[in-house]
C-alpha cells in the first residue's frame, strides 16, 4: 500500500489501556494510520495487525479502538508551552539559578515536570551519556580504557553536535587492584592505558549563543560510570571512613583533619589513588586533575557569571557529588578576585606537608571563610546513583549550598545501596544509637523518580541491568507526566536511544539491542589494503596546557 502519511497516536491510546477483545492479538504502543494515494482507503495499523476501513480516519481511531480494545481515547498532555507559557520571565537565562537548584526545585518536580528543568535535565544527563559512548572497552584494542575521540572531536562523534562547549580537559583514574571491576585492561602488550582508564571529562561552554541561553558561562564535569555488570556495587567494601578531603578544617587541638564527614572507602580511593612512581601526568589522582582544572577555568573567566555542574551514572553518580563536595569543601567555587599570600598550610596552622600537595601550591581565593551563597553555584544531576556518605556529608554538602538532584528509577536496585538497612529512611530512635556505625548512609538533596512500567514502548523485565541503563532513565524523563497520567514525550527524544548498550524496547518496535557501536569496530584500511587498528593520538595534552597556565600565574 502506498502510504502518503503516517501518524502516531501512542500518546493518545497507551499501551496500558489497550484490552483486546482476542488475546492472541499483538499490541503495539504505537496506533498508525496510512490513506492510500486517492485518499480512499485507510489502514489502521496496531500492532502487527492491519485492517483496511472505509471511513473517515477520527471514525477508525475511536471505533476500532473503543470496539475492537474496548479503550476509550484519552486526551493527549498539553504541550510544553500550554503547560509553562513562554513568558519573558520564563526563559533559562533568567532563571537558571532556579533550575540548578536554589531553591532546591521547589515546585518544579511536581508532575507534570517543569519543562524547562526536565530539558535540562536530560541534557546533563546526554553530557554523561557521552562517557560510555566514547569509552574503548574493547580489550581487543591496543587502546582499549581509553576515549576514542579526541577532546575536540568528542560531541561530535557521540551525536551531541552545536552543544556550545568544548572539552577542555579529560580524567584518568589510576587503575586499583582493590576496583578491578571499574577498569578495562587491553590484551596487548604494548597498551598505553594499562595503569589507568579514562574516566570522564570537563567541558566548558564557549559558543556566545549558548552562553545568552544559559545566562551564565557553566563548567560542566561528566563522571563515567562503571561498563560492567552492576554487581560492581556487591564488590565494594561497603564501609565509611573518613573523607579526608575538608583540607581547610584542621583541627589544632587534636592536630587532625575533622573526621565526622565520612564517605564510602570504595568511591573515595578510586577518587584520591594514584601511582606515586607514576611518570605520566594523566596518573595523578582524577581529584587532583580534576581540582586543578576547575583552577584554571575559574581563573580564566574571572569576573564572569559562572555556575559549575557535575553530572554521572551510577558510580559516576557518586563520583559526581563526591567531587562536587571536593569543589566546594577545597574553595574551588569560589570566585577568584584575590589571592592571599603565603601557603595553605601557614594560613590553616597545618604542618608543612601534612596536606595533599595540591592545596601546597594552589593560591586561594580571599573570601576563604564567606557566605557560600556568594560563591558560585555547584549543581549534581545524577542518575542512578548510590548513597555515598553518612548524616554529616549530608549536612556539610547542605551547608556548602550544594545543590544535588538524584534521577532515580523504582525498579533500579543501585540507589537503594548501600545502606539497605540502615539508611536516611530509618526511624530516628535508630539513627540516634547506629549512626555512628559504618554502613548507615544517607542520600543528599532531592530526587526525581520515574519508573520503566510506565512507558509502553518498555518490555516488562527482572533484568536489574535495563532498568539501571542511563539511556532508559532519559527516556523516561521525557515522558514520564506522574504515576497515574500517561506516558508522553516532551521533547521528542528517539526511543530507539534505549537499545544504544540494551535490549530494553518491546519487539515491536523493530529496534536491535545493543546497535551502538564502531563502524567496523574501529578498525581501517591501511595503504596497503589490510585492516589495522589506526593509530589514535595521546589525549592528554592538556596536562601542559594546565601546567603552563599556572607557571604564568
Known amino acids: 500500500m502506498a502510504s502518503t502519511q503516517l501518524r502516531n497516536y501512542s500518546s493518545c491510546f497507551p499501551m496500558s489501556s489497550f484490552k483486546p477483545a482476542r488475546p492472541?492479538?499483538?499490541?503495539?504502543?504505537?496506533?498508525?494510520?496510512?490513506?492510500?494515494?486517492?485518499?480512499?482507503?485507510v489502514s489502521l495499523v496496531i500492532g502487527s495487525k492491519t485492517k483496511k476501513v472505509d471511513v473517515s480516519v477520527e471514525k477508525v481511531l475511536v471505533k476500532e479502538l473503543e470496539q475492537a480494545y474496548k479503550v476509550s481515547p484519552i486526551k493527549t498532555p498539553p504541550a510544553a508551552e500550554e503547560l509553562h507559557p513562554p513568558a519573558e520571565e520564563k526563559k533559562l537565562s533568567q532563571r537558571w539559578r532556579e533550575?540548578?537548584?536554589?531553591?532546591?526545585?521547589?515546585?518544579l518536580l511536581e508532575h507534570p515536570i517543569d519543562p524547562c528543568l526536565r530539558a535540562e535535565i536530560i541534557r546533563y544527563g546526554e553530557f554523561a551519556q557521552a562517557c560510555y559512548d566514547a569509552f574503548d572497552m574493547n580489550t581487543g584494542s591496543k587502546y582499549c580504557g581509553s576515549s576514542k575521540y579526541s577532546k575536540k572531536e568528542l560531541f561530535d562523534r557521540v551525536d551531541l553536535p552545536g552543544r556550545g562547549y568544548e572539552v577542555t580537559k579529560f580524567l584518568y583514574a589510576t587503575a586499583d587492584p582493590e576496583i578491578p571491576f571499574f577498569f578495562k585492561n587491553s590484551e596487548a602488550s604494548d597498551s598505553p592505558n594499562r595503569d589507568s582508564n579514562w574516566i570522564g571529562y570537563v567541558a566548558v561552554a564557549t559558543c556566545e549563543k549558548e552562553i545568552a541561553?544559559?545566562?551564565r558561562r557553566d563548567i560542566?564535569?561528566?563522571?563515567?560510570?562503571?561498563?560492567?555488570?552492576?554487581?560492581?556495587?556487591?564488590?565494594?567494601?561497603?564501609?565509611?571512613?573518613?573523607?579526608?578531603?575538608?583540607?581547610?578544617?584542621?583541627?589544632?587541638?587534636?592536630?587532625?583533619?575533622?573526621?565526622?564527614?565520612?564517605?564510602?572507602?570504595?568511591?573515595l580511593h578510586l577518587y584520591t589513588s594514584k601511582k606515586k612512581s607514576a611518570k605520566k601526568k594523566k596518573n595523578r589522582s582524577a581529584r587532583e586533575q580534576l581540582l586543578w582544572e576547575i583552577h584554571r577555568l575559574v581563573g580564566l573567566y574571572k569576573g564572569e557569571q559562572l555556575s559549575i555542574t557535575v553530572t554521572g551514572h551510577s558510580l559516576g553518580g557518586a563520583l559526581a557529588?563526591?567531587?562536587?563536595?571536593?569543589?566546594?569543601?577545597?574553595?574551588?567555587?569560589?570566585?577568584l578576585t584575590s589571592v592571599v599570600s603565603g601557603s595553605y598550610c601557614e594560613q590553616h596552622g597545618a604542618p608543612t606537608g601534612t596536606m595533599d600537595p595540591i592545596f601546597e601550591s594552589l593560591p586561594r581565593p580571599h573570601n576563604i571563610d564567606d557566605d557560600p551563597t556568594n560563591n558560585i553555584p555547584v549543581t549534581v544531576f545524577s542518575f542512578a546513583a548510590p548513597r555515598v556518605g553518612n548524616d554529616a556529608f549530608r549536612d556539610r554538602c547542605d551547608s556548602l549550598g550544594i545543590k544535588v538532584l538524584?534521577?532515580?528509577?523504582?525498579?533500579?536496585?543501585?540507589p537503594k545501596t548501600p545502606g539497605i538497612f540502615f539508611n536516611e529512611k530509618s526511624f530516628a530512635f535508630i539513627r540516634a544509637v547506629i549512626d555512628k556505625l559504618p554502613w548507615t548512609y544517607s542520600h543528599v538533596g532531592q530526587?526525581?523518580?520515574?519508573?520503566?512500567?510506565?512507558?509502553?514502548?518498555?518490555?516488562?523485565t527482572m533484568n536489574p541491568s535495563w532498568h539501571h541503563n542511563l539511556e532508559a532513565h532519559l527516556h523516561l524523563l521525557d515522558g514520564y507526566h506522574g504515576p497515574d497520567k500517561p506516558f508522553s514525550s516532551m521533547t521528542q527524544r528517539d526511543p530507539a536511544l534505549v537499545n544504544k548498550a540494551a535490549d530494553f524496547l518491546i519487539e515491536e518496535m523493530g529496534i536491535p539491542g545493543f546497535w551502538w557501536q564502531e563502524m567496523h569496530k574501529g578498525l581501517v584500511k591501511d595503504l596497503s589494503g589490510r585492516w589495522v587498528q589506526p593509530h589514535r593520538e595521546p589525549h592528554d595534552g592538556d596536562d601542559e596546557d594546565c601546567c603552563k597556565y599556572h607557571r604564568r600565574h
Open 24 to 41: 492472541s492479538m499483538v499490541v503495539a504502543s504505537a496506533v498508525r494510520f496510512a490513506p492510500n494515494k486517492n485518499n480512499e482507503d
Open 99 to 107: 533550575i540548578q537548584g536554589a531553591n532546591d526545585w521547589e515546585g
Open 213 to 215: 541561553r544559559l545566562g
Open 220 to 267: 560542566v564535569v561528566a563522571w563515567r560510570g562503571t561498563v560492567t555488570s552492576i554487581e560492581w556495587s556487591e564488590n565494594f567494601k561497603d564501609f565509611l571512613t573518613p573523607a579526608g578531603l575538608d583540607q581547610r578544617h584542621w583541627d589544632k587541638n587534636k592536630c587532625s583533619f575533622l573526621d565526622g564527614v565520612k564517605v564510602e572507602n570504595g568511591f
Open 321 to 335: 557529588l563526591l567531587s562536587a563536595y571536593d569543589i566546594a569543601e577545597s574553595g574551588m567555587d569560589e570566585p
Open 406 to 414: 538524584r534521577v532515580v528509577n523504582e525498579k533500579d536496585l543501585v
Open 447 to 460: 530526587q526525581l523518580q520515574v519508573c520503566s512500567t510506565h512507558s509502553p514502548l518498555l518490555q516488562h
